[in-house]
């Protein structure tokens, strides 16, 4: 599948900003069922310092904002070769031993709640597979969790969310890999791009989970959907929780407030004969 993407995220800032810094994981790259055909990013109020591989191997870019600096534009524009792959990457890379993947951190510990969300998806399982298992607490997880944005953010931990019973994708992922590092399971967050079925225009990027199963090695989730990723993903950053892949993280210095805005489009693009 050819997808084409175009991401632009605008930050005002009023009173102008004394200085800030921006931490950018904004480049997808090429890994398994994913071939990159073009990207490009352009900044506009701000400077491109340097770039570098993290230890998860996302592409990390870092930008400077100049003092007096009223608005920063990112505009992401690229061309994705995707195939489906039913959701299988393949063997554990990295600079992060596979151990660091069943740590928790402060997004992912688990509660009481996360706690006895996991135990009942191991009964359930009731010596099943280990994928059968994580396809199971998947399902537990979305039905513990409804789609409702605007009641948590971007500190919002696993539990809070769980035992609110509303979230978003990213936190129906931190429940997951929170509760699947609970039984064992290496699990990590993932940050990127759907295409939707129904509509080209979108208000955020995306989120889901990959589980390091034996035999299989590193396996997506999306909890939300309640699918492996397809075709139609275009996978960005990986992390051990939304802090290590998150598309932007920023510190800005002086009194000043910062309002963002976000534009995503993506599309499938008709393959010339």
Same mark, same amino acid.
């Given at each position: 599948?050819?997808?084409?993407?175009?991401?632009?995220?605008?930050?005002?800032?009023?009173?102008? &900003?004394?200085?800030?810094?921006?931490?950018?994981?904004?480049?997808?790259?090429?890994?398994?069922?994913?071939? &990159?055909?073009?990207?490009?990013?352009? &900044?506009?109020?701000?400077?491109?310092?340097?770039?570098?591989?993290?230890?998860?191997?996302?592409?990390?870019?870092?930008?400077?904002?100049?003092?007096?600096?009223?608005?920063?534009?990112?505009?992401?524009?690229?061309?994705?070769?995707?195939?489906?792959?039913?959701?299988?990457?393949?063997?554990?890379?990295?600079?992060?031993?596979?151990?660091?993947?069943?740590?928790?951190?402060?997004?992912?510990?688990?509660?009481?709640?996360?706690?006895?969300?996991?135990?009942?998806?191991?009964?359930?399982?009731?010596?099943?597979?280990?994928?059968?298992?994580?396809?199971?607490?998947?399902?537990?997880?979305?039905?513990?969790?409804?789609?409702?944005?605007?009641?948590?953010?971007?500190?919002?931990?696993?539990?809070?969310?769980?035992?609110?019973?509303?979230?978003?994708?990213?936190?129906?992922?931190?429940?997951?890999?929170?509760?699947?590092?609970?039984?064992?399971?290496?699990?990590?967050?993932?940050?990127?791009?759907?295409?939707?079925?129904?509509?080209?225009?979108?208000?955020?990027?995306?989120?889901?989970?990959?589980?390091?199963?034996?035999?299989?090695?590193?396996?997506?989730?999306?909890?939300?959907?309640? &699918?492996?990723?397809?075709?139609?993903?275009?996978?960005?950053?990986?992390?051990?929780?939304?802090?290590?892949?998150?598309?932007?993280?920023?510190?800005?210095?002086?009194?000043?407030?910062?309002?963002?805005?976000?534009?995503?489009?993506?599309?499938?693009?008709?393959?010339?004969?």
């Amino acid at each position: 599948m050819h997808l084409l993407v175009r991401h632009v995220t605008r930050y005002r800032f009023d009173p102008p &900003i004394e200085h800030g810094l921006q931490r950018l994981r904004l480049h997808p790259k090429e890994t398994h069922g994913q071939t &990159i055909r073009s990207w490009s990013m352009e &900044i506009a109020g701000g400077k491109a310092e340097c770039a570098y591989d993290d230890h998860n191997f996302n592409q990390v870019s870092l930008i400077s904002i100049p003092p007096g600096t009223e608005e920063l534009t990112i505009t992401c524009t690229g061309e994705v070769e995707t195939s489906d792959r039913v959701g299988l990457l393949g063997k554990h890379g990295g600079r992060l031993p596979l151990w660091a993947f069943r740590a928790q951190s402060p997004l992912t510990k688990p509660g009481p709640k996360m706690k006895e969300l996991a135990a009942a998806a191991a009964r359930d399982n009731d010596g099943g597979d280990a994928l059968a298992l994580l396809h199971g607490l998947s399902r537990a997880v979305v039905e513990a969790v409804d789609y409702a944005p605007g009641h948590t953010d971007v500190a919002t931990t696993g539990e809070a969310a769980l035992a609110a019973g509303k979230g978003v994708c990213q936190d129906h992922v931190h429940v997951f890999i929170g509760c699947a590092r609970a039984l064992g399971v290496p699990a990590r967050y993932v940050s990127g791009y759907l295409m939707m079925n129904d509509r080209v225009e979108q208000e955020a990027g995306h989120a889901w989970a990959e589980a390091h199963v034996d035999g299989l090695g590193w396996v997506g989730f999306d909890i939300a959907n309640g &699918i492996c990723p397809d075709a139609r993903y275009v996978r960005v950053a990986s992390g051990r929780d939304y802090a290590e892949a998150a598309p932007v993280i920023g510190i800005n210095l002086g009194e000043t407030e910062s309002t963002l805005t976000v534009s995503l489009a993506v599309e499938q693009q008709a393959v010339q004969q």
